[in-house]
């Protein structure tokens, strides 16, 4: 598959996702850069302002297998991996496979599950595969898991793993719609749901074609100097506790390959890679106690890096080794 294909292939998933969520676009962007770039979401927000619905607009686009995870308090880790069970007929024990060895998994409402559940995501998260009983069992691509989360201030949730959310390429907020929209909302919403009649409009081979096409943009070794840069200075940072990983920076990496691939262009720009910092980065930095209190949160601090990195020039020259 070649770039324009692939681009193709984004932008029927991303118009078909438009006729369910309305007035979103950005939001809808990052989740195909997300898919492209072989990440998974995580979308947090208050109730009601659509993160399933965008989680299911963005599976049912794709002919695949796609599962949905309604996490509860007393929700097992085998729910979710699958278990071995014992088939009377052949008096052997066979494997179940659980929801998340889908394609494309929507996990509900993920910190609604006590964390021995949660911990049940982490390898599939981070390897595609899950062990059950010693036995390892891999996913098929495309994989990507779309988690929904309720803010932290609501009771009865509970607080993401660091671990896990590291595994997270970016996580987003969606708000509440402009007045307009919401009344577009209404009018969609009169006779049917929009999402009951959305189709596929893109196959899982397209996907994946479309994928390894993302791991071919252009990414001039200073651009990836400025990715690392900004990485390593959340380590730095007198507020921050504990600094971004260096899957951070492969995140980065990635999903600005994604991005420059969804605006047309076959190079990163520096632009690519600052629109995406704070989503994919913010996440995943701890926060220092004493900068806690004062309300300090992550987001504010890879603000704060990019003012201090400087950037790299903006031009592609494709003489400079791709380090």
């Known amino acids: 598959m070649k770039q324009p294909q692939a681009q193709d292939v984004a932008k029927r998933i991303i118009d078909n996702v438009k006729k369910v969520i309305v007035g979103k676009d950005w939001a809808i962007e990052l989740a195909v850069a997300t898919l492209l770039s072989q990440g998974h979401l995580l979308i947090k927000d208050t109730p009601g302002v659509g993160k399933t619905m965008l ?23 085998s729910d979710i991996t699958g278990a071995y069970v014992f088939n ?64 932290i201030e609501h009771l009865g949730v509970f607080p993401l793993p660091e671990a896990q959310l590291d595994r997270f390429m970016m996580r987003i907020h969606l708000g509440y719609p402009a007045f307009e929209d919401e009344m577009s909302i209404i ?26 096409v993302v791991k071919e943009i252009f990414v001039k070794h200073q651009i990836q100097w400025y990715i690392v ?61 004493a900068a806690r209190m004062e309300s300090v949160h992550g987001g504010e601090v890879i603000e704060d890096v990019l003012e201090q990195v400087p950037v790299p020039g903006a031009r592609p020259d494709r003489q400079v080794a791709d380090g």
Do not use: W
């Open 229 to 289: 840069q900004l990485v390593h200075a959340t380590r730095k940072h007198s507020k921050v506790l504990l600094g971004a990983s260096p899957r951070a920076s492969l995140d980065l990496f990635r999903s600005s390959q994604a991005l420059a691939l969804l605006r047309g262009r076959d190079y990163v720009t520096p632009d690519d890679v600052k629109e995406l910092a704070t989503l994919v980065i913010g996440h995943r930095v701890i926060v220092a106690p």
């Open 187 to 212: 009018n969609n919403q009169r006779i049917q749901h929009p999402i009951e009649g959305l189709g596929a409009v893109a196959s899982a081979d397209e996907v994946r074609e479309a994928q390894d």
């Open 55 to 77: 989680g299911k607009s963005v599976a049912q686009s794709i002919d695949c297998v796609f599962k949905r995870i309604q996490l509860t308090p007393d929700m097992l880790p």
């Open 88 to 151: 009377q007929q052949t008096g052997e024990f066979v494997f179940r496979p659980g929801p998340i060895l889908a394609q494309i998994v929507l996990a509900d409402e993920i910190n609604r599950a006590t964390p021995k559940t949660q911990s049940a995501l982490l390898e599939a998260l981070g390897e595609r595969q899950v062990t059950v009983d010693g036995v390892t069992h891999h996913i098929t691509r495309p994989f990507m898991l779309i988690a929904t989360e309720n803010p």
